[in-house]
């Protein structure tokens, strides 16, 4: 049931004197209806990411359905708008990520939020030596000291807001000196394309901070110290 099939259902409701129960009756079913596709998608997804050889520290990469995902895509010249960082907790796959806050999201989730479900996993090249229980610990401390900080939507290089490359970038930086991706300014992306300038105009105004260190997705994405893991 769409939402103008709703809209059309209360009018009728309203112009036919129906009771405020069957209406309601209406209304839950619709929710409902929408529960149990959300389960069951969930359980699709689950099912094809069980037994992916996925490691804590593992980057992973997807576009983004959010609102500002086709900007990001054309300011950077890449598909991929959207990333986190893999963490086990109790043996299931989660991922640290900065959407509305800086939060763990489990991975089933978080991948059927991308477009297509698709998503990318890289690691680092030299993981087995470097990602030793320590330097996981490390990751982990580092995180933690950032979960709970809101979303930026004006990419500022500051700790108040974050924003989802910003915050893989700083982890690894901080907890192990390992730098993934090379910081730009913002006038170095595509700031000319309608859409990208649509949305520069909208959160900055005329006072676009051209000289803000930023990491982008596709800047870590392509780091080459980095090798793919998985692709779905």
């Not at 037994?51 to 300011?75: E, M, N, R, W, Y």
């Not at 105004?205 to 990491?215: K, Q, S, W």
Request: charged share 20%; proline share 5%.
């Amino acid at each position: 049931m769409s939402r103008e099939t709703i809209r059309i259902s209360v009018r009728f409701l309203i112009a036919s004197g129906a009771t405020v129960a069957l209406f309601l009756a209406i209304a839950a079913a619709y929710f409902l209806r929408r529960k149990i596709w959300t389960a069951a998608q969930l359980w699709v997804v689950s099912a094809s990411i069980a037994g992916l050889p996925l490691h804590d520290g593992d980057l992973i990469f997807q576009t983004s359905q959010s609102a500002q995902s086709v900007a990001i895509q054309k300011a950077t010249g890449s598909p991929y708008s959207h990333m986190g960082l893999v963490f086990l907790r109790d043996g299931q796959p989660y991922v640290l990520e900065a959407s509305a806050t800086v939060r763990y999201t489990p991975l089933a989730r978080w991948v059927l939020r991308g477009v297509g479900h698709h998503f990318v996993v890289k690691r680092l090249l030299d993981a087995n030596e470097v990602l030793t229980p320590a330097a996981v610990d490390r990751l982990k401390q580092s995180a933690a000291t950032l979960i709970g900080r809101p979303y930026d939507l004006t990419f500022e290089w500051s700790d108040d807001r974050i924003y989802c490359s910003e915050l893989v970038w700083k982890i690894y930086d901080r907890a192990l000196g390992i730098q993934i991706g090379k910081l730009q300014r913002i006038r170095d992306f595509n700031l000319t394309d309608p859409v990208v300038a649509s949305v520069m105009k909208q959160r900055y105004g005329t006072a676009v901070p051209l000289d803000e260190p930023v990491i982008s997705p596709v800047a870590m994405f392509d780091s080459p110290l980095l090798a793919s893991v998985t692709s779905q």
